[in-house]
Structures are given as C-alpha cells and as structure tokens.
C-alpha cells in the first residue's frame, strides 16, 4: 500500500514522497523500514529518528523529517489503520457440538458458539455475538448483538448485557454482592437477588468481577472501559464513557457520573455520589461524595493542588525543624539567662 | 401477601393500616408503591418520605409517618422477607451428561453436577451441593453438604471445603503458594505440598485466589466472608466469622483470630499474628504483630486514632510554616543587630 | 529413611543420632516427631523447641539441641526433601475424549491434555506438557516442553509460551491491552494485534492478567515468578529472575530489568524504565524511571531511607507543634510589650 492511499484511507495529506510503500503498522518502538507509526507531542522527534518509512502526524505540523501524513487526530488515524492492517480474528459461526443450550434459548444470526460454552435456560443472543469456550451464561440473561465474550467468562442468572460489548478473559459478572447481617457475631447471608446490566460499547477487562445487586441492578452504562481485576460492588452504578483502571475497587451503592476516570488501584467508599468528569489519580481513595468536575488525589482523596501542597510542605519538615531548632538556640541566647 | 402476614413472618408488630398489600421486598432507593423496605437510622427520614408501602423499622420506634413493621432486628427481618419473596434458584439435580467424573468419585444425595463439570479421582461430595458448569475439583478434594460451587471455580487437589460455603466464580482454592530459595540469582520452586482447608459457612468471593500450604494447610475458618479478588498466601489462618474486604491481601505465614475485619484494600506482611476482634480500616498496611480487639488505619498501620492525629497534624503543616516565619522575624527584631 | 541417608541426599552432616527415623517433612510449627524441617536464624531456637525428630540447620551451626543435618543452604536442602518426599502429581499422560482440538495442531511426546481442553487452530505444544480441565489456548499459541497450565486458564491467540512454565490456575495471558482513543468523550478502542511472550521458568499466579500488546510483544523473561491477582498492561517488558508479588500492578510500555522484586500490592505507571536489581517495598507507588540497585519505598516512591526519614520527621510532628508553641510564649516574654 502506498502512503498515498493510506492518507486517503485516513482523510490526510501527504507531506513529502507519496509512493513509500507501507507494508504494516506498529509503534514507534519497532517501527522497521516498512511501517507506518504515528506520533503526537512530545514524541515527534523520536519518531523522526525511528525506523519506520512514515509516521502520521498532527495537521498543524507542516515539515518532518520523514515521509508523513498529516491529519486532525493522529490517534484516531492510527487505530483507523490498525482495523485496516488487521483481519479480523477469524472465527467459525454457528454452535458448537459441545456446547450446552438450555431450553427456550434464542439465537440470533450469525453467531458463534464455540466449544463446552454452557447457555442455561432462557438465554437471548443477539446477531453476530461470538462466545469462547468455557464461557458459562445463566438462565435469562440477554445478551445483544455484536458483542464478544473472550474465554472463561461466567455471566450470572438474569444479567442484561448490552451490544457492542467485551468481555475479556475470566470477567464475572453478577456474582453475589457482599452483604451480611451480624447477629451476635455471626454473618447471616442477604440474598442477592438483583442483576446486572451493562450498557452498550463496554468493555470489561480479564479477571474483573462486578456483583449484582442486593435488590435492582448494579450498573454500567455504555461506552465505559473497566481495565482488568477491578472490583465493582453490589448497587454502583457507573455512569457513559468513564475508565476504570487496573485493580480499582468501588464498594457498594456508590454512584458514579459521566465521563470519569479513576487511574489504577483507586479505592472508593460506599454509598457516596461522585459528579460527571471527574478524575482520581493513580492509588486515590476516596472516602465523601466528589463535586462534579473535581481532580482528586491522595488518602483520603482530595483536590490534586491541595494534595501537592501537603506533599510539598512534608517534604519541607526537615528544613522545619531545622528552623525551629535555630530559633531556639537564638531565643536562648537572647533571654535574660541566655 | 398482607402487612399484618409479613409482620407475623418476622415476628413484629404492625404501626398503621396493617391490611397494605406487599408484592416485593427492595432498598429505599429503588422501592415502589407496592414494596416493602427496611431503614435503620439515620435513614429513617429517607424511608418515611420513600414510594415505599410500608417500612421494618427498629421497635425503639414508635411512631411512623407510614405504615410499618417494629422488629428487634430490621436487617435480620429484611433478609428474611428477601428470601421468603425469592425463591430459590431453579437447579436441576444429578450429573450432567457431559460432567466428567474420576474413578472412586463419592456423590452424596441430591447434588447437581452440571455440565463440564470435572471430579479428578476421588472427589466426594455431600448431600445437595451444587456445582455449576466449568468448574473443576482437584484429585481427593473432599466438599461438605449444602455447599454451592458457581462457574469457573479451580479446587486444587486434596483441598477441603466445609458444609454450607459459598465459592463465587473464578475463585482459586489451592493454588501453589510464592514459594522460592534464591540461590546465585536463580528462583528455585519450593514444591507446595499442603492444601487448603475451608470451614463451614464461608463465602469465598468471586476471582479470589487462596494458595495452598507449603506443608500442612491454610486455613478459612468457619463463618468467614471473603469478598472478591482477595489474595490469601501459603499457610494463612484466618479465625471464624472474619470479614476479608475486596483487594486485600494477606501475605503467608500469618494467623488471624476470630471476628476479625479487613476493610478493602487492606494488605498485611506475612509471619505475624493478628488478635481476636481487631478492625482495620480500608488500605490499612500491616507490618506487624497486632494485639486483640484493635483498631488500625494507615500505613503503617497503628491505632485508628494516632493515624487521625497524625494526620490532622499533617492539615496543620502549612499553619505551622507561616508561624516558624513570624517568630524568625519578631526574634531578628529583638535581636541587638535587629 | 534414617537421618544419615537424608544426609547423604542433600550433602550435609549429621549432628546426634544419625539413626532417627524421618516420616515426612513439614515447617517447624507443624512438624511432629517423625518429621524433619529446617531452621536458619532467627528462628534456630524455635526449632530446638519443636516437636520435630530432626532438623536442617546452617553448616555454620556446630552444635544442636535436635539431632540435626548440617547444609550449606537448608531452604535449598529442604525443598529437595519436600521434593523427595512428595510423588509428583500423577497425570494420565494423552487427550481426553472430551478435549476439543483443532485444526493443523501439534502434540509433543507424552503430553496431558485433559477433559473439556480446548485448543483452538495451530496449537503447537511440547513434550510432557500438561493441561488441565476447562483450560483455553487460542489460535497459533505455542507452549515449550514440560510446562504445567492448571485449570481454568486462558491463553490468547498468538502468544508464546516457554518451557518448564507453570501458569497457575484462572490466569489469563493476551488479554486485550487498555487502549482507546478518546474522541469527543467517547472511547475508541485501538485494536490489540500484539501479543505475549513468555519466557522458560516463569511462574504466573492464579486470577494474574497480563495484557497483550498493541502491536508487538508484552514480555516476561526467563526465570521471572510473578504471584496472584497481578495486572501487566500492554507492551510491559519484564526482565529475567524478577518477582512480583501479589495485586501489584504495572501500567503500559513500562521497562523493568532483571533481578526487579515488587512487593505486594505495588503500583507503577506507565512508560518508565526500571533498572536491573531494584527493590520495590510493599505499597511503593511508582512515577519516573528508577535507577539500577535502588531500594524504594512509599508514594511515590523514593530511596528506602528517605522514605523512612520522613515518616519519622511526620512522626516527631506532635513535638514540634509543641516547640513552636513553646517558642512563641518566650518570645512574647521578650519582646517590649510581653
């Protein structure tokens, strides 16, 4: 493919020889002579001095020191590439002889399930959903179109999962939600008896687990990305479009708006309300409801500005009691018996 | 079901119109014109002014701005209406066509081993457990009665379940304990030979991995509650009727009494004793002994209220730079070249 | 086996009766009087103290309260015994009739692919292999020889997989990286075309994820054990002879060198470099490259010792309010109108 036809592919222009061949795609890291990368500040002169033939970079650059395509949104190009360079995984449609299907299960069209998936009774599938083997489906759940469930994922009774979605590796969902009743030093079990429901465009990383509800729905809504061995407890709710990074744990009943990221291993308390757009840096806790809008960090999480401050001034103690001490030797020296 | 019926189901007395017909148990929040829920202070309010058709409310309450029930216990009642409304999940007993079962395998009465199942050798299995598909029992394990195994859940070889425990899915039980001799650089396995014991009653959550024993066992004792992706290492003890909070871990060697709570997040070194009763608040680091009936926070993790006072100091620093400025200057002024 | 021949096999000497008879072996709290164990300082005393017939101790000890064996290395000395002592696992070598194979794959010698196995396409597996049940390896993996997979396992399409590997069970290996391009607050996935190579000699935890990569490789090299409930993002590169221990988690593009050890539940973020030999404390929250041969310690980490050195300043924090308070009083006294 000449980078001629791939600026077209990507609604770019060409800066510089237009008929470089590009034969794949890849990072800047491992870019060999045939590859095409992208770059965006501050990466754009690592790029230059890589291998790669080409590199797509931002509009507003007009030189570079290799042939380039310019475009609006260098990522975007790049992913929109990576589609193109890579077929899709290849996967046999229909049922599986070892698969298991309880009664009443509808099937939509086109859909792939593959080997030892177990499917209880009163499943719905949608057109074009591919489930890996080992994948165990509870009685009721529905599930919707074009949606992809990797290997080992367990799905509880009477979850709703929506289009659009994946399921990496070892995900549960709808597993109990952890709720007692202490009696004289006893932990009596409440039933679990809600669902969960995750919305259109998710994605839910390997090993993630997210508990039904007590009563209701736990719930993500679409366009959220949870990352892996995250732990969402019975009754969150996660608002459209927010990240969950790695190893992040949301305790019970805690509502979480729109378009918030929590970076890695974030903790949050329960039954607090957290507002639309905020951020929580890496290892935040939170522990009180979150303004809509807010930058958190630190334990207890708080505004990032504050958090450095603290920081700051701690990391200025020992200066502090120098200070102090110098002012005690001079305050001795000034009094009467000084 | 009427009022005055569930009253007499939970051994309460009626406040108001006792003949208000109930057709679902659910939280505050989600509660509609025909449900019944539960409050407990401070959610008393929240509950009088919810869609709600009647409240269980403590019978220190008196009077109710809605119909409702006076029990000793409304979290106790309200699990026992949340059971008495569901019922419990439909499971097909006996042993699924495509469940694989080892040679001398024991199965008690009425269990339900469902499809994919594998029992290695000389598994045995009490009266009316229940395994669901993809899971897999290790060679001599030995599972009690009543017991409910979900989807996708590894029991390593000659582990030992209890009667009446609960394993969510994708729990590990019996994986090799981190065991290593360092010798010239080199990481050397130490064979894990030990198992895993789990008492009666214990909730094991989902994606939790609990290693077996280096030699002898690690143990879950009765009662205990694990929530999801805990990490129990090689020869741990935890005593009865613990909570274990999601994304603890607890490293090997150490022993846990009885009552104990993890909050999340929490994470403890190996080797030491924890007493009887203690409490640890949520990301609680654990780097030593802990004596019974303690209340830890913070890492390192001390007394609950040396981690408040620390950390008030901590808010006051900014506070006490600005003063160590002032008093610089009074003393520059007081001093003869001032 | 009398206390002289276990000498013989680990090349130690006796100290006392060389003629009491060892049954099994087991750790010193467990040990009853037909078991050996070992000891190295500082727990020589609690040996001693046992109930154990006999005891590896360091060949600088001369003198023992037990009959004793004498070693250069006694936890090298006791693994070997545990070894001796513990007949491997016995596996019945073949395909299970239930297993699922795939096209075009092929089977060393003497492999063990159990019940309900599936391996999808292009498999290639080694001599003495071994799978267990429910186990997934994807189209075009290759595994070495005498590698161990436990059950419930999933290995994606295209990784590589070492010999003498041992994936513990519900581990996941090639899960899709976490990577989106977010364009107008909606999160576009960036296809994961890369995959994971593992290397000889790695052990990987149960409930561990480890991202494939974008493009390209996410690495473990030889000898590296990594522990439970790990998370290794996309085109990590972990060096040879690491540990990594559980519920730490490194973020994507990370570099870590050889001999690294993280503590549990360590965070590091993305796209930094790790030198060879680096100790990580429990906790440590990593932000920039680390430097070979450091010891860091909290969040964000720093060198081991000024961590310490400012947990101490914070500590000494009560008694520098109180000087400053101090202070201020006799300065008031000085000054005119004190």
């Known amino acids: 493919m000449e980078l001629r036809e791939i600026a077209e592919l990507v609604g770019g222009s060409v800066v510089g020889d237009e008929t470089v061949e590009i034969r794949g795609v890849t990072n800047i890291e491992e870019a060999g002579s045939g590859d095409i990368t992208f770059a965006v500040p501050p990466h754009l002169e690592k790029a230059a001095a890589s291998q790669a033939a080409a590199v797509i970079i931002p509009s507003d650059i007009s030189q570079f020191a290799k042939p380039a395509v310019r475009v609006d949104n260098p990522r975007m190009a790049f992913a929109k590439l990576l589609e193109h360079f890579t077929p899709p995984v290849a996967v046999e449609r229909g049922v599986h002889p070892s698969a298991v299907i309880g009664n009443r299960v509808v099937l939509g069209q086109n859909v792939a399930i593959m080997a030892h998936v177990v499917l209880a009774d009163d499943v719905v599938i949608g057109d074009n959903t591919v489930i890996y083997p080992h994948s165990y489906i509870g009685a009721g759940v529905v599930i919707g179109s074009d949606t992809l469930i990797y290997s080992n994922v367990s799905i509880r009774e009477g979850c709703q999962i929506g289009s659009r979605v994946i399921l990496q590796n070892g995900a549960v969902i709808g597993s109990d939600g952890f709720g007692f009743v202490t009696i004289q030093g006893r932990h009596h079990k409440v039933p679990q008896v809600g669902n969960v429901i995750i919305g259109d465009d998710v994605e839910v990383g390997a090993n993630t687990a997210i508990d039904r509800?007590?009563?209701?729905?736990?719930?993500?809504?679409?366009?959220?990305?949870?990352?892996?061995?995250?732990?969402?407890?019975?009754?969150?709710?996660?608002?459209?479009?927010?990240?969950?990074?790695?190893?992040?744990?949301?305790?019970?009943?805690?509502?979480?708006?729109?378009?918030?990221?929590?970076?890695?291993?974030?903790?949050?308390?329960?039954?607090?309300?957290?507002?639309?757009?905020?951020?929580?840096?890496?290892?935040?806790?939170?522990?009180?409801?979150?303004?809509?809008?807010?930058?958190?960090?630190?334990?207890?999480?708080?505004?990032?500005?504050?958090w450095l401050r603290a920081e700051a001034y701690i990391n200025k103690l020992p200066d502090l009691v120098k200070k102090v001490k110098e002012l005690e030797k001079r305050v001795t020296e000034l009094s009467p018996e000084g």
């Not at 993500?220 to 995250?230: F, Y």
């Not at 996660?238 to 729109?258: D, Q």
């Not at 303004?291 to 960090?297: E, K, R, T, V």
């Open 213 to 306: 509800a007590t009563t209701s729905s736990t719930v993500v809504n679409r366009g959220t990305k949870i990352d892996n061995l995250v732990h969402l407890g019975h009754n969150v709710v996660i608002g459209e479009n927010c990240f969950v990074v790695a190893l992040t744990g949301i305790s019970g009943s805690t509502k979480v708006g729109n378009q918030v990221t929590f970076a890695g291993q974030v903790g949050s308390t329960g039954h607090i309300t957290i507002g639309d757009n905020c951020v929580f840096a890496a290892r935040a806790g939170i522990i009180g409801d979150v303004a809509p809008n807010s930058f958190f960090a630190g334990f207890p999480a708080r505004p990032h500005k504050e």
